[in-house]
C-alpha cells in the first residue's frame, strides 16, 4: 500500500514539472502570443518567446510561470494579422490549442 501512495505521489509531481505549451493549430504562424485575464484587456508581453521565427502549425511552444485560469489570447500572424481568443480555460502543466475557429475580431492583413 505505501508503495502505491509513493507511485501516487511522484506522478503527481512529475506531472507538476511539466511545462504549460501554447499548440498552434492555425493555418498561420504566430510570431506574438499576449494574454490577459479573461476580460481585463491589460495583455502582457509576448510569452511565446523561445522561437524566434515564430509558432508555425503544429508546433508547440512553451510557455514559463503562467498560472492556470481564464485569459483572453492576442495573437499576431507572420503579415501582421492580428486575432484574439477569448475566455480560454489554461492549467498550468497542461497544452493548450488555438485553431482557425477559434479566432475572432481579426484585423485584415
Avoid at 507511485?7 to 498561420?28: C, D, H, I, M, Y
Avoid at 483572453?72 to 493548450?96: A, Y
Amino acid at each position: 500500500m505505501l508503495s502505491g501512495v509513493l507511485a501516487l505521489l511522484a506522478s503527481g509531481a512529475v506531472a507538476a514539472e511539466k511545462p504549460t505549451r501554447f499548440w498552434n493549430l492555425t493555418s498561420k504562424t504566430v510570431i506574438i502570443l499576449r494574454l490577459s485575464h479573461a476580460g481585463s484587456g491589460e495583455y502582457g508581453d509576448n510569452v511565446a518567446v523561445g522561437d524566434e521565427d515564430g509558432v508555425d502549425h503544429d508546433e508547440r511552444a512553451r510557455i514559463v510561470g503562467l498560472p492556470s485560469g481564464r485569459y483572453d489570447l492576442e495573437l499576431k500572424f507572420k503579415g501582421g494579422r492580428v486575432c484574439f481568443v477569448r475566455n480560454m480555460e489554461i492549467v498550468t502543466g497542461k497544452v493548450f490549442s488555438v485553431e482557425d475557429k477559434d479566432l475572432t475580431a481579426c484585423t485584415k492583413s
